[in-house]
């Protein structure tokens, strides 16, 4: 069983010829506090209550639920784009640019795990469209 883990998360071997899933830095991140996605399944259930109370009517409470998200730099995109448009709903652009900004920084930190950091490569950007609009508007 060893040798079929290396082989799937260190690459290499004859069944598994391509990149490894994980390199060198994200096997030696897993279970500290750089590993971004040591909390994850408790963050993924914080994003839902926060998408089910923003869709109640409850958007204090999505507000601080997403918040508490991007404090942790989720790996994800939802809870920066929400709040971010939370804040652009209430014209609390300043706000919105810095939640905007928050997700650019962590997209090009290199701290994200190779899947999270193939979708926030998509995703970049859109955000950064976005950042700029904020930067170009009147209203904070």
């Known amino acids: 069983m060893p040798g079929f883990l290396r082989r799937l998360f260190g690459g290499g071997g004859a069944n598994h010829p391509s990149a490894p899933l994980l390199d060198e830095d994200e096997l030696e991140r897993i279970g500290t506090e750089e590993d971004l996605l040591k909390n994850y399944e408790e963050a993924a259930e914080r994003n839902f209550r926060a998408m089910e109370a923003e869709q109640n009517g409850g958007i ?13 730099d989720f790996v994800e995109a939802h809870p920066y784009e929400r709040l971010a448009n939370i804040h652009e709903r209430r014209g609390e652009n300043a706000a919105a640019l810095e939640v905007t ?13 190779k899947g999270s950091q193939r979708s926030a490569d998509r995703r970049l950007p859109e955000f950064e469209a976005r950042a700029a609009k904020y930067r170009g508007s009147k209203t904070s």
């Open 101 to 113: 900004e928050r997700f650019i920084s962590l997209a090009k930190s290199g701290r994200l795990p």
């Open 60 to 72: 204090e409470l999505a507000i601080s639920l997403y918040e508490q998200s991007v404090a942790e």
